[in-house]
């Protein structure tokens, strides 16, 4: 980041090398669609090729540009005045691990069981839907991308206790919503 701040053009395509398919697959959880995830990477990196000199070294890169891309998605988020941000085909489990919605068919499960555990999906796509903006970003941060609750915190700009709260009220509402539901 210093080499592209201080002038050069190739460390920017080496950052884009370095982070461009991470990126890409977290921003395509909060919009569930690639071609705008891709804009959104490429505004991404625009952003800071054109603003390196706001960059603080104090702070990882990484968390900068990931507060960059997550501010983005926000932005589309509300242009789009859409409130699905997020795929949960990788939320089921069974026997304690994460199963996929193409696990689940291509494996001996009947077809019932495979409707059931797709309206449960359904149900809890649309809960987390309708969570609170803030509860729903460290919702998706923390469980879905695994990212520890200090780096969630940096990116979001709030303390990691806050993160877990969050977390913990969203989880919280999910079980509620969920369990009155099902």
């Not at 625009?46 to 603003?51: G, I, M």
């Not at 990484?62 to 998605?73: E, P, V």
């Not at 949960?88 to 304690?96: A, H, R």
Request: charge should be positive; charged fraction near 30%; proline fraction near 2%.
């Amino acid at each position: 980041m210093l080499a592209l701040q201080g002038g050069r053009d190739v460390a920017l395509d080496e950052l884009m090398h370095r982070y461009k398919q991470p990126l890409f697959y977290f921003v395509t959880r909060y919009t569930r669609d690639e071609e705008v995830s891709y804009d959104i990477v490429q505004e991404a990196f625009v952003r800071v090729y054109t603003r390196a000199e706001t960059f603080n070294p104090a702070y990882k890169f990484k968390t900068w540009l990931y507060q960059i891309a997550l501010n983005l998605c926000r932005d589309y988020g509300r242009k789009k005045k859409l409130q699905s941000f997020i795929s949960l085909d990788s939320w089921i489990t069974k026997n304690g691990e994460d199963v996929s919605l193409h696990d689940i068919v291509a494996s001996d499960e009947n077809i019932e069981s495979l409707i059931e555990h797709r309206q449960t999906l359904m149900i809890l796509e649309k809960q987390i839907d309708a969570l609170p903006h803030k509860l729903k970003t460290a919702l998706i941060m923390f469980s879905l991308e695994g990212r520890s609750q200090e780096e969630c915190a940096r990116i979001l700009g709030i303390t990691p206790k806050t993160v877990e709260m969050r977390v913990y009220r969203a989880r919280k509402i999910l079980l509620k919503k969920v369990s009155e539901k099902v």
